[in-house]
Every structure is written in structure tokens, then in C-alpha cells.
């Protein structure tokens, strides 16, 4: 199973970090993409990490204001964000390359396992 969680409601220029928790396999054998979508939009990705030298990625719209992590002892994915503003409001999903050893990507097709999304509203 895998479960983002943390998202919310904040003003223009605030932070939150969202998680994405794996449960019944180790989230660190495998890449570990972000991706958001917002309404009327389709499903872009944000950021990529991955598995076996934890090289990341962000897409140039969030470079500089995200930052990818893991926490291998809580099995556990992180997107910090910083500096919100408006455009950034979606629905933020984590998704899962499913194979051993995986490599960043971002198109979404890579992904083979996603968890439910979490909504973020940046107010302005």
C-alpha cells in the first residue's frame, strides 16, 4: 500500500511537506516519482527520486522551492515544499516505478503503483 498524506490549505509563500508511506514492500529498492494534477489539467509530474543512487529531479517550475527525501527507517517519502503560491494548488500523488533498482522518470506511464491523493490549496 502506498499513502500520501499532508496536504492542506495554506497562504501564498507558506511551506508543507508531504509523505508518502509505503506499507508491504521497502519504498527504498524502488524510484519514487510526485506528480500533481490540477482542475482541468492533467496529471504532471513534480519530482523523482531514485532507488539505487537517490539521484532526484524537479521540474523547472518547482526548482529551488521542492525538495525530495526519503527516511528508509520510516519507509517513507518526503516533498518539502517552500515558497507556495497559487499555481501550485492540485492534487499531489506518489507513484511507484516497480521494479527493483528503478531510475528516475517522469513520464507517468512509468509508474506502475500510485497512491490516493492529497489536495493542496495555496491561497493567495
Known amino acids: 500500500q502506498l499513502q500520501a498524506s499532508g496536504g492542506g490549505l495554506v497562504q501564498a509563500g507558506g511551506s508543507l511537506r508531504l509523505s508518502c508511506a509505503a506499507s508491504?514492500?521497502?519504498?527504498?529498492?524502488?524510484?519514487v516519482g510526485w506528480f500533481r494534477q490540477a482542475p482541468g489539467k492533467g496529471r504532471e509530474a513534480v519530482s523523482c527520486t531514485s532507488s539505487s543512487d537517490h539521484t532526484t529531479f524537479y521540474v523547472d517550475s518547482v526548482k529551488g522551492r521542492f525538495t525530495i527525501s526519503r527516511d528508509n527507517a520510516k519507509n517513507t517519502v518526503y516533498l518539502q515544499m517552500n515558497s507556495l503560491k497559487p499555481e501550485d494548488t492540485a492534487v499531489y500523488y506518489c507513484a511507484v516505478r516497480f521494479y527493483y533498482g528503478s531510475s528516475c522518470r517522469l513520464g507517468r506511464d512509468e509508474y506502475d503503483y500510485w497512491g490516493q491523493g492529497t489536495q493542496v490549496t495555496v491561497s493567495s
Open positions: 508491504g514492500f521497502t519504498l527504498d529498492y524502488y524510484a
